[in-house]
């Protein structure tokens, strides 16, 4: 596989004016590269809900996004609590987030349920205490395996 | 229909509207953004009630045309600004979620 394209962003912890931001740009880039939009939509979807869960629950984090030539690879990590159960975290409407969180809209228990159905492939590597990485798979068009 | 029509239609009050020539193709109600941005189409007109400067990113990812804000509930200036510079169209309404949805639907024949 050649070498990629990468995009790299810090993602600010309990920041929710800011969040999304990474998505929203990355967004804009695979615009400029004339992507479809539908792959656009769901990289875009997914890392918006890596981000926020980011922001909620692990005090930010990195956001990379690989471009390869049949794929679009998302990697988000953090050095926050872990995911105790990953299993029961899938489950759609299971959510830790707090009041405050749930008060502005987040915290419905969607998100890596959401990045699941968005994405054709994802990993959760999660350790309690140490932290999480999400990997995250979309193929371009007509290119999955 | 374009999001302009819609709103003259529903006579919306205007709170940005930098691209009144994108199409609706649909409609979508909740307040929820994780479900919102995991179920809402590109093209629908989103109402809710919920106004943080958060609902313009997920109106931007899930490429939604417009964002309908119901029951007059209260959008901040920066909020509004956010939605100007951003490109996103911004509505707002005194009619509740259920009304703005009976009447979009009636609008475009769903």
Known sequence: ??????????VEGDNFSSAGEASVNVKKLLRQLSMDPETIRRV?????EGEINMVI???GGTADVLLYPDRIRIILADTGPGIAD???????????AKDNV???????????????????????????????????????PGKNA | M????????????????????????????????????????????????????NILAVAALADTACVIVAEDSVVEADVTALAVEKGLNLYRSSLTGFDLCCRIGSLLGV
């Open chain 2, 2 to 53: 374009t999001a302009k029509e819609l709103r003259e239609a529903l006579a919306l009050q205007v709170l940005s509207e930098p691209d009144p020539d994108r199409t609706v193709t649909g409609g979508y109600a909740g307040d929820l953004l994780s479900w919102v941005m995991g179920r809402a189409q590109s093209g629908d007109a989103w109402v809710t009630i919920m106004t943080n400067r």
């Open chain 1, 86 to 96: 990953v299993a029961l975290a899938m489950q759609e409407g299971f959510s830790t």
């Open chain 1, 102 to 140: 749930r008060a502005l809209g987040f915290g419905a228990g969607m998100g890596l349920p959401n990045m699941k159905r968005y994405t054709d492939r994802m990993e959760i590597e999660s350790e309690v205490g140490k932290g999480t990485t999400v990997t995250m798979d979309v193929f371009l």
């Open chain 1, 44 to 48: 875009s979807i997914a890392m918006y």
């Open chain 1, 57 to 59: 629950h692990a005090n």
């Open chain 1, 1 to 10: 596989m050649s070498e990629p394209v990468k995009f790299h962003f810090d």
